[in-house]
């Protein structure tokens, strides 16, 4: 018999800075965070390089 989990969710924005380098660090620092708190990526989505990009995360209740 398979156990269910219970999964609790997130999305967080990362807004485009002018400058990659930082826009890179800045989503570096946002993974390492969360990750530090239990969250995994699941998926990250951006729609044009001039929208926020979405990150998804899940982490197990």
Known sequence: MSTIHSFEHKVIEVKVKLFRNTFLE???EVLRREGQG???LVNAVQSSSATPLLLFFKRRR
């Open 38 to 40: 239990g969250w995994e």
């Open 26 to 28: 800045d989503i570096g």
